[in-house]
């Protein structure tokens, strides 16, 4: 029993190190324009959305090229890319099936 109980808690103490590895952290560079450039929001995030997985293909051999405008504009830019995203990868399609 004892033995079970330490695994248990290993497990957990496991478990509680790989979800904090994924916690995000601050863009400092958020609402700052790029040089010579403007502020990405929601119609940009939504395009980089949509382009995402040829995005990341390219952005293995590149590294010049990168899946994420850092100089957004906070939550309509994360929206447009969630949007953009789902869009291509097919979200929601299931959901709009009739089930009978």
Known sequence: MKIRVLVLL???VILALALSACAPGPNELQNMPREGGAVAGFWLGLWHGIIA???FIISLFRPDVHMYEV????GWYNLGFVIGAGILLGAGRGAS???G
């Open 10 to 12: 290993a497990l957990l």
């Open 53 to 55: 997985p040829f995005t």
């Open 71 to 74: 100089h957004n504009n906070g």
């Open 97 to 99: 099936r009739g089930r």
